[in-house]
């Protein structure tokens, strides 16, 4: 099993740049021997928020709202950001 988890690591190497791998692989090592140093398996992203994602879809209704009005069209009661947060509520309860 470690035979073919090394063979799969040198594939996905060549993928990659040497430059990257080796500054990677050093901070690994480094928290390694301390943890107090940054760890590098962490996301250095952050994810956007509940209600980042909820004003951003409140602004895009209000935009397709504004459009929908125009042309004359009858909006429905189920919206975008309303079946998505459910979505997201749905996802917190599981």
Sequence with gaps: MR???LELLKDFE???NAVNIAAW???VEAWESNH???NSYE???KSPMQRDIQLHLT???KAETTR???LGHIRGKLTT???LLQGLELEELQ
Excluded: I, M, V
């Design 81 to 83: 950001q309303k079946l």
């Design 36 to 38: 107090s140093k940054p």
């Design 59 to 61: 602004e895009e209704e």
């Design 43 to 45: 996301s250095k992203l």
């Design 3 to 5: 035979a073919a988890h």
């Design 68 to 70: 929908a009005a125009a």
């Design 25 to 27: 692989t050093a901070e």
């Design 14 to 16: 060549t993928l990659l």
